[in-house]
Nanobody, 122 residues
Framework: QVQLVESGGELVQAGGSLRLSCAAS????????MGWFRQAPGKEREFVAV????????VYADSVKGRFTISRDNAKNTVYLQMNSLKPEDTANYYC???????????????WGQGTQVTVSS
């Protein structure tokens, strides 16, 4: 497994942008698909985006498609989530996670970070 630490969450106005980072430790990072998930207060955690281990393939939730971009730098053991045109409904705690499978199924993700809070004001 890999250990994951997210950063970059903060308060931002609607229409603004943020970039989240997730730093991984461990030599197996390059073999993991990496995903971003989010959980808003009172709601279940939901899928946001996933990147294959190489970064060549990505999948997005419909709610963020065209606004968010997942990317990774395997030389730096880091995965990013660029978030543009933010909306109040994007407010949530954002988690990065690692999986040996390229999937949006969060039950297949075995390594999780502690989360970083994103708050979008209207």
């Amino acid at each position: 497994q890999v250990q994951l630490v997210e950063s970059g969450g903060e308060l931002v106005q609607a229409g603004g942008s943020l970039r989240l980072s997730c730093a991984a430790s461990g030599r197996t990072f390059t073999s993991y698909a990496m995903g971003w998930f989010r959980q808003a207060p009172g709601k279940e955690r939901e899928f946001v985006a996933v990147s294959s281990s190489s970064g060549a393939y990505t999948v997005y939730a419909d709610s963020v498609k065209g606004r968010f971009t997942i990317s990774r730098d395997n030389a730096k053991n880091t995965v990013y989530l660029q978030m543009n045109s933010l909306k109040p409904e994007d407010t949530a705690n954002y988690y990065c996670a690692g999986s040996k499978y390229y999937t949006r199924d969060q039950t297949r993700f075995t390594s999780w970070g502690q989360g970083t809070q994103v708050t979008v004001s209207s």
